[in-house]
């Protein structure tokens, strides 16, 4: 399974951007798919996620300005970041929690990471 996520750069503070992250292998079924960032000197932590019935959870410090969503046809998971700030800068992940196979244990997969610099 490869998660490949696409979309990052630079941009001025109160820009937008749209990030995107596709699943693709042996997939048999895709549960959850979220967004983690990690800025320098700093953990890893939760942006936001969303499962495969649609069911959202957003960080506190962007709730009201990201919005994640899916294309389950496309295994797919966008991040649309509005009105960015500064500290939104950091390496951004994909995750997708899923089962490869009917009868496999589901498990983790990471992105290997987009570059989110907001700066003027």
């Known amino acids: 399974v490869q998660l490949v996520e696409s979309g990052g750069g630079l941009v001025q503070p109160g820009g937008s951007l749209r990030l995107s992250c596709a699943a693709s292998g042996s997939i048999f079924s895709i549960y959850v798919m979220g967004w983690y960032r990690q800025a320098p000197g700093k953990q890893r932590e939760l942006v936001a996620t969303?499962?495969?019935?649609?069911?959202?959870n957003y960080a506190d410090s962007v709730k009201g300005r990201f919005s994640i969503s899916t294309d389950n046809a496309k295994n797919t998971v966008y991040l649309a970041m509005n009105s960015l700030k500064p500290e939104d800068t950091a390496v951004y992940y994909c995750?997708?929690?899923?089962?490869?196979?009917?009868?496999?244990?589901?498990?983790?997969?990471w992105g290997q990471g987009t570059q989110v610099t907001v700066s003027s």
């Open positions: 969303i499962t495969n019935g649609g069911s959202t």
């Open positions: 995750n997708a929690y899923l089962r490869r196979a009917v009868l496999e244990a589901t498990s983790d997969y």
